[in-house]
């Protein structure tokens, strides 16, 4: 089906000819056309333009509306103030469109694929080999997921890559102390836990660790085993390689539990680019962007200095020939530029990373390799707090591990679940629990700017009331029991019918979700996305308690009514799954 016009487009696309016809030098000018709480729109573009053509504002936004045809879509416009517009739009327009909307069998409401869609590779979710998850690498898998969906529901060609930290020196003593107890990580089961299989990884390395730091000669034999690592030796890679299983069985137990999808084929961790290394040193040597500073493969910054007011420079080799994470991080810009045909490249990134992605972006640009049609953006995010405003950690000062985390959050929504329960059966709480509380840490994560901290308070999380995952899940399934009740009365648009002001407000909202997601797409901002959603909701609810639905005067206005609750139901569920969180039929 072909994408539905929203109701702001078409009335700006009104407003625009109207105010090209009343001031020619104007033809393509913007209304600046926004929702109003004195009538449905107000357009504020005519004082600026009126300055500019040295007019009386006034008089011009008299000259605009004597243009504009009146009946269809806008059954009012009036002049207002020092040049405001005030546009009121017929019950009629709102309801064709939610029915054209209503009426698309591809499931998008509507909603049009953007027009010039390219392709993104987005790295997110990078977990680290052999170590635990903890609450630090939440944010970046749970954006990062959903700036996924949302790009490509409009249409983007999504590369996902998952760059783990897989490579380095702490790989050596590692290894060496498989190769001495070659039996650490068997398995006695054809399957195993995820979370066993992390105990077996904890359990190894520390005693490879309480080893290295007792025993020189082991030291010494785990040293040696870095360079065997680094040239390739196929016994030594075929032990790395264990690590690499072990820790995937881990990394997917935690990622289905946040009820993400996470596949082998989009894990490229850091030792994917080795063979690039030494070609894109050269590259960069030779091309000048590079130079050699004592030993050390340089790029140098005028505006990156330290404390001592020298030059910081991005180091891409180290002295001793070793490379570092900017090699890395060129190279995989490299493979996904010239190998993937990225457009764009984002990288959901700790904000605490930033100079280092500045760096290694400037450094890129300089060789080339980035420019005016494919380039490079950190999504950077701020840092998880605990209830006292300080970076999460347990009691006793510990960084706090993820499953844990979403363990307690699972725990208490199925508390919620169980208190608002009817016939559901502890098979359906269970189920409804896991929903509701990844739900609730996905939704705090996803209302807030990626770019802010926020704070990981639980009981707020899962509560009914307030801006929560968990409010908005409760006005779904209100919906859905409502619609259940309606039995064979079946959901009609009635354009006939005269709208209530709380009809004709949630029936606005309703008709700009495809502006709204275009935005947050365009903006890799799904905190944007969760307040549409979030006001939506409260829309809704006002709409509930002043309009009657099953018992309302007449049947068609039953049908109606029952219409604008299906097509609420159906945005809300839209919208969430575009945050990756679920919508219960029942709670």
Known sequence: ?????????????????????????????????????????????????????????????????????????????????????????????????????YADDTGRLGVPFADAPGTTVIDYAQPNVAKEMHVGHLRSAVIGDSVVKLLEFTGESVVRRHHIGDWGTQFGMLIQYLDEHPHELDHKDAEITGEEAMSNLDRLYKAARRLFDSDEEFKTRARRRVVDLQAGDPHTLAMWQKFVDESKIYFFSVFEKLDMEIRDADIVGESGYNDMLAETCRLLEESGVAVRSEGALCVFFDDVKGPDGKP?????????????????????????????????????????????????????????????????VQLAFGTVLGKDGKPFKTREGETVRLVDLLDEAIDRASAVVREKAQDLSEEEIAERGAQVGIGAVKYADLSTSANRDYKFDLDQMVSLNGDTSVYLQYAYARIRSILRKAGEVRPAA???????????????????????????AAEYAPHKLAAYLYQLASLYTSFYDKCPVLKAETPEQVENRLFLCDVTARTLHQGMALLGIRTPERL
């Open 312 to 376: 910081v420079p991005l180091i891409v080799q180290k002295s001793d020939g070793g490379y570092g994470y900017a090699a890395t991080d060129l190279s995989a810009i490299r493979d996904r530029v010239f190998n993937l045909k990225a457009n764009t490249l984002l990288y959901v990134v700790d904000a605490r990373q930033s100079l280092h992605f500045k760096m290694v972006f400037e450094t890129a640009r300089r060789a080339g390799w980035l420019n005016d049609d494919v380039h490079a």
């Open 1 to 101: 089906m072909a994408s539905v016009t929203s109701l702001t487009a078409s009335v700006h696309q009104r407003l625009a000819s109207a105010l090209s016809a009343a001031l020619p030098e104007a033809d393509g000018a913007d209304p600046l056309l926004r929702r109003s709480d004195r009538a449905d729109f107000q357009a504020n573009g005519i004082l600026a333009l009126a300055k500019k053509a040295k007019a009386n504002p006034r008089e011009l936004a008299t000259q605009v509306v004597s243009q504009v045809v009146t009946g269809d879509v806008i059954k009012d416009i009036e002049v207002s103030g020092p040049g405001f517009l005030n546009i009121t739009l017929t019950d009629r327009a709102i309801t064709e469109n939610l029915a054209a909307r």
């Open 494 to 520: 009635h354009p006939e019918l005269a709208l209530h002001a709380a009809e004709r407000a949630l029936g606005l909202h309703v008709d700009a979700f495809a502006e709204l997601v275009a935005e947050a």
